[in-house]
């Protein structure tokens, strides 16, 4: 149980174009997603906390226009990254958990290269 | 100033060895502690999560809390070259969902 579907696994893009990521919770209800990105050989950093029915709440330091995040039902939360640039270009990674104090589980991430 | 932090590493350990992963946090409040392995290129995967004081095993896996000296750790027992892989140490405070993670621990077993 408890699994994370992720589209695309990976995307080439070009300056300036935009890109959306999918998450979905396949076998559980999440009222709650995380959207994690992961520049090579760092740690995962929290991009923002994604909730259903209303606004994302962003981390310090990440811009909500450029990241704009929409959970729509209990079981996807997209992330369209506006206006690609290069230094964009990252491993971006969602989570959620079956309940309320339930472990984090990840899906398989996104390698999203601009060029 | 990092909330949880683990050593970056890389520790290598023999085939066969036990592996301790250590991981320390500042936060009092935190509640409950996972552990997460993470091979290059992957997304993160759950090994164990731990909220008592002690110790919690499944299979080759033993999770220690102690909450007192603040501190997390990871055993792996019969460490194999396929455990090589980033471990990541995390945190969660509150009700909530969000975790806080460290910076990860590189392991190389070697054969």
């Known amino acids: 149980g408890a699994v994370v579907s992720q589209h695309p696994s990976w995307v080439i893009c070009k300056s300036g174009t935009s890109v959306k990521i999918e998450c979905r919770s396949l076998?559980?209800?999440?009222?709650?997603m995380f959207w994690y990105r992961q520049f090579p050989k760092q740690s995962l950093m929290l991009m923002a906390t994604?909730?259903?029915?209303?606004?994302?709440?962003?981390e310090q330091g990440v811009e909500k226009d450029k990241f704009l995040i929409n959970h729509a039902s209990l079981t996807l939360s997209t992330l369209t990254v506006t206006s690609a640039h290069p230094e964009d270009s990252s491993f971006y990674i969602c989570?959620?958990?079956?309940?309320?104090?339930?472990?984090?589980?990840f899906g398989n991430g996104t390698r999203l290269t601009v060029t | 100033q990092k909330e949880v932090e683990q050593n970056s590493g890389p520790l290598s350990v023999p085939e066969g060895a036990i592996a301790s992963l250590n991981c320390t946090y500042s936060?009092?409040?935190?509640?409950?502690f996972f552990w997460y392995r993470q091979y290059s290129g992957k997304s993160p995967e759950l090994i164990m999560f731990i909220y008592s004081n002690g110790d919690k095993e499944d299979g080759r896996f033993t999770a220690q809390l102690n909450k007192a000296s603040q501190y997390v750790s990871l055993l792996i027992r019969d460490s194999q070259p396929s455990d090589s892989a980033t471990y990541l140490c995390?945190?969660?405070?509150?009700?909530?969902?969000?975790?806080?993670f460290g910076t990860g621990t590189q392991l190389k077993v070697e054969l």
């Open positions: 076998d559980f209800q999440a009222t709650t």
């Open positions: 995390a945190s969660r405070t509150g009700g909530g969902n969000k975790l806080t």
């Open positions: 936060d009092r409040g935190s509640q409950s």
């Open positions: 994604s909730n259903e029915g209303s606004k994302a709440t962003y």
């Open positions: 989570s959620a958990a079956a309940g309320v104090g339930s472990p984090l589980h």
